[in-house]
């Protein structure tokens, strides 16, 4: 499952709206769209932002290092 699959779920069990969350954590709507249809990533910082407005821990894992592949936030999960 994609690391923004699981933040959506996270948020649409929350009870909080998208736009509640994004207000609460100062992040546009359209930064948190891109991130939603995986045309953008979201810092670090932001993801925990969303974990501490949704009282979850964001854990980040490293993948196997291939030519090319860095890590970013959609290698995340929660």
Known sequence: MKF?????????????SRYAVCKAIRLSQSTMSRFMHGTGGLSVQMLERIGDV?????????RGRKAGNHETAKNARL
Do not use: H, N, P, T
């Open 4 to 16: 923004s699959d699981q933040i959506r779920r996270a948020i649409d069990g929350s009870g909080m």
């Open 54 to 62: 949704l009282g979850l821990e964001i854990v980040a894992q490293k």
